[in-house]
């Protein structure tokens, strides 16, 4: 009878021992399996699976990985449907990276107004930047659209000084073109003039830009990189 009872014990206890792992599941022992081996004190926000391929997408900050059911294997990609091309990682990254238009701090924006204005987008861009310049010039060439410039000085020390100069400026918007345009600096500016250089780098960072141009819709997603006339069309086309 003592055997017996045992027996049921040790069989209770592997029963209560397979529940808490069913209640745990694979999810969280991909993000214990992996944390360790990423290095760098790398943290897992968060694991899910999908329904394509028995893989798990692992999401590390603003970007998305993919692994096995032990976390064994980590998959560096993109995740593409071949019947429809749909291309499932940036839509997810897209997703994660959204930001609410509305909170953006607007007043440490250079504002220009083209046409009717109705189309909306804010632009972080360094002085520095040969990009930046480029997609300057498909701004130029667009109509009824309003662009929000943070000046996002990353390059170098001398972008915060050449952004001062331009924020000091008594008509920022022109000082900014000539710049990026046409390459005249604008003059030194007055001791007493303060730029909102502190604030916008501590924005960017806040929003993961890393780089510029970095282009942000009204519906809250972004584009890296100096994107061309066609395809910024057909995204601010695509914006309800």
């Given at each position: 009878m003592i055997k017996l009872t045992r027996l049921a014990a040790a069989a209770l206890l592997s029963l209560a021992a397979g529940a808490a792992l069913a209640q745990t599941g694979p999810e969280q022992a991909i993000k214990k399996a992996l944390e360790p081996r990423l290095g760098d004190g790398a943290k897992v926000d968060s694991v899910t699976k999908t329904p394509y391929g028995g893989l798990y997408e692992v999401r590390i900050g603003g970007d998305i990985f993919y692994s096995d059911a032990k976390g064994d294997y980590l998959f560096i990609g993109r995740v593409v449907d071949t019947k429809t091309m749909q291309d499932y990682t940036k839509a997810r990254v897209d997703e994660i990276n959204k930001i609410k238009f509305s909170d953006l701090p607007l007043d440490?924006?250079?504002?220009?107004?083209?046409?009717?204005?109705?189309?909306?987008?804010?632009?972080?861009?360094?002085?520095?930047?040969?990009?930046?310049?480029?997609?300057?010039?498909?701004?130029?060439?667009?109509?009824?659209?309003?662009?929000?410039?943070?000046?996002?000085?990353?390059?170098?020390?001398?972008?915060?000084?050449?952004?001062?100069?331009?924020?000091?400026?008594?008509?920022?918007?022109?000082?900014?073109?000539?710049?990026?345009?046409?390459?005249?600096?604008?003059?030194?500016?007055?001791?007493?003039?303060?730029?909102?250089?502190?604030?916008?780098?501590?924005?960017?960072?806040?929003?993961?830009?890393?780089?510029?141009?970095?282009?942000?819709?009204?519906?809250?997603?972004?584009?890296?990189?100096?994107?061309?006339?066609?395809?910024?069309?057909?995204?601010?086309?695509?914006?309800?």
């Open positions: 440490s924006a250079m504002k220009m107004v083209k046409g009717n204005g109705k189309r909306v987008i804010a632009v972080f861009e360094d002085p520095n930047c040969g990009y930046c310049k480029r997609f300057r010039q498909t701004l130029n060439e667009m109509d009824n659209v309003t662009v929000y410039t943070f000046m996002y000085n990353i390059l170098s020390e001398d972008s915060v000084t050449k952004s001062r100069n331009i924020w000091c400026s008594s008509d920022r918007v022109k000082a900014w073109d000539e710049w990026m345009l046409n390459g005249k600096a604008a003059p030194a500016a007055p001791a007493n003039c303060t730029a909102p250089h502190d604030k916008v780098f501590a924005l960017g960072q806040k929003l993961k830009v890393t780089g510029t141009p970095t282009v942000f819709f009204a519906d809250g997603t972004r584009i890296p990189g100096a994107v061309d006339a066609k395809a910024l069309e057909g995204k601010l086309a695509s914006i309800k």
